[in-house]
Nanobody, 126 residues
């Protein structure tokens, strides 16, 4: 069974920064692209960022481009989301997910991800 565990969320001031981590189980972590999604109160879950299995390719939602950075450390089975210049509208539960393959493709569709973590709350105060 694949397990994904997010951590690093909390209360952050607008304009501040925080780094989320997602630790994965399994022996073939580098074979899979990984993604971050978020769900704000009263809204549907939306794509945030994704990274290829090797870490060589990334993609971001327009709303976070230039502010957020996704990265991974395959030796630690961990993917990160570095969030900077945070805004109140970034407030959401953030989820990491494993993609169905190692290549960044069809990354906007949550159905392309087969395992999900439980999420970590990020609250940005104004």
């Amino acid at each position: 069974q694949v397990q994904l565990v997010e951590s690093g969320g909390g209360l952050v001031q607008a304009g501040g920064s925080v780094r989320l981590s997602c630790a994965a189980s399994g022996r073939t972590f580098s074979n899979y692209a990984m993604g971050w999604f978020r769900q704000a109160p009263g809204k549907e879950r939306e794509f945030v960022a994704t990274i290829s299995g090797s870490g060589g390719n990334t993609a971001y939602a327009d709303s976070v481009k230039g502010r957020f950075t996704i990265s991974r450390d395959n030796a630690k089975n961990t993917v990160y989301l570095q969030m900077t210049i945070l805004k109140p509208e970034d407030t959401a539960v953030y989820y990491c997910a494993r993609k169905k393959g190692s290549i960044v493709r069809y990354y906007l569709d949550r159905d392309e991800y087969d395992y999900w973590g439980q999420g970590t709350q990020v609250t940005v105060s104004s």
